[in-house]
């Protein structure tokens, strides 16, 4: 199953690739996100393969992933994969200057371990789409606002 969602965003790409990938930022526009623990040395210039582990409070339940960055390129991609035992979420964050501003695009790819995710699809797809919509929505608030910059 795969869920994209775009927005645009009115600020500069650096500042709305900060937004993503900044770990102090993205509790701010991650609704759940508890937190983000990394299990490898990350090289900030070039942090492909750093592994995490993140804990998101989902459906009133504390959930776990393991994570890995796969993409980065500054200030246009940033990918991740998180693992759940029932299935895997593959994330992408990609960023593009056109003549109305930034365009900010996520997809999520979800790739199930079991067949419980099957069974649950299409509550899972309203969810992810709904998230997404959600959390480029606070993005952009974020990234247009001067206030949150720093």
Not at 3 to 14: F, G, L, N, Q, S
Not at 109 to 129: F, P, T
């Amino acid at each position: 199953m795969q869920v994209t969602h775009k927005i645009i965003i009115r600020a500069p790409i650096e500042a709305v690739f900060d937004w993503v990938e900044n770990n102090e930022k993205v509790p701010q526009w991650m609704e759940g996100l508890e937190s983000t623990e990394y299990t490898s040395e990350r090289d900030p210039t070039h942090p492909v393969g750093t592994t995490f582990k993140q804990r998101m409070t989902e459906f009133g339940r504390t959930v776990e992933y393991a994570g890995v960055i796969t993409q980065y390129q500054f200030p246009t991609l940033l990918s991740v994969t998180l693992s759940h035992h029932r299935f895997t979420l593959d994330v992408s964050y990609t960023m593009r200057v056109e003549d109305s501003g930034v365009s900010l695009r996520y997809q999520v790819n979800l790739v199930e371990a079991d067949g419980m995710v099957g069974k649950l699809s299409k509550m899972m797809g309203w969810y992810l789409k709904k998230v997404a919509s959600t959390q480029l929505q606070k993005i952009k608030e974020l990234a247009e606002n001067p206030h949150h910059s720093s």
